[in-house]
């Protein structure tokens, strides 16, 4: 029989314990993460949940998206995305196909065509994908008349389409600027095609001018801008509404680019586009609502305890708070609900929002650190699970003042 020495007795029992800090050995437990779960993929995997993206078939199915990244990951060679199916308006979900190749995306429905807009990898080309089966197969991006839009680097989230004067219109980053460093290397432009345009093809899209990272913006306190959302204003002119890092203040602001009416110019007024936003700092969505007549966001707004709280923190960081807000102007926001938020600002995390209106609904997808039974989340930016979620009625959501 061997013998084990007690120095090595010791060295195992470490192991052992520390097994349990990865995951290992702990019995997963997901009863307290809210909506309806997609997708949980734990944070000793080292492959952690981005980029959710939501669309509704013309057959009434919804589909859900995410990528992988994280230090196990291939997100800057070959990064993997997900595509879930959902027959019963959400509540349960089956994956239907993995792709390689596919990073920062959009599910988008146009023409009663179904396609998936975004990166091939971290700051790869721009390109599009289409499925005729319900997305569980897609095209390849090999050419300019197959689906590779733009060659280079760029970058982008999830963001919304928007049909205007013809038009399609989605806002973009290019990731090219001089300076190799996030936020500095953005710079904003917008794509744009003819609605009756083959979105294969790169011929079908105009792209804008690059508006470059500027140190000067917000007295020298400017760290980039990225994440653009294409807005028809009230005026009827075609906006980029930017995510603005801005680390110097907790009272968050987004950027208003505005672009010309023949789609090739955008321009911004350093003196009046930096425009306070309740959780600007962060992704967010803007969408407009005919039948209310306002602009409509979910977004990481921080309240003003979480300020007082969190004094001096970037507040890119604090996303464990996620608020319906709506708008008539765009500019001065109303808070209708609080629909997703934690007390703890570090580990728990709902963030990079994608939502649709569904009737009197709207319906949403999180990227959510949230406990799991397993450790919980990397960090509250390092998603480990992907959830779904209704909020029911709410146009008759109660109007309180920012």
Known sequence: MTTLRPSLIFLCLILFLSSFGNGVGQTPDFSRVPGAIVAHSPAASGLYIGSPSLCVLPNGDYLASHDLFGPQSNEFVRPNSRIYRSTNRGKTWTQIAEINGQFWSKLYVHRNGLYFFGTDK???????????????TWTNPTDGDHGLLLAGEYHCAPMPFLEHNGRLWRAMEDAMGSIKQWGKRYGAFMMSMPLDADPMKAASWTSSNVLRYD????????????????????AGEMLDILRVDHRKSLDEKAAFVRISPNEKTAAFDVNSGFVPFPGGSKKFTIRYDPKSKLYWTLTNYIPDEVKQAN?????????????????????????????????????????????????????????TAYDDGLGGAHNNHDANFLTFHRIKNFRKKPVDAL
Do not use: M
Request: hydrophobic share 35%; charged share 20%; proline share 2%.
């Open 311 to 367: 004094t001096g923190k970037n507040p890119a960081s604090i996303r464990n708070t996620q608020a319906l807000c709506s708008s008539k102007d765009l500019k001065n926001w109303n808070l209708r609900q609080i629909v997703l938020q934690h007390s703890d600002v570090a580990k728990h995390g709902f963030q990079y929002v994608d939502w649709l209106f569904d009737g009197r609904d709207i319906i949403l997808l999180s990227r």
């Open 122 to 136: 971290h700051h790869g080309n721009t390109i599009i994908r289409k499925s005729d089966d319900g997305g569980v």
């Open 215 to 234: 140190s000067t913006y917000l007295n020298n306190g400017f760290g980039g801008w990225i994440e653009g959302n294409a807005v028809l204003s009230p």
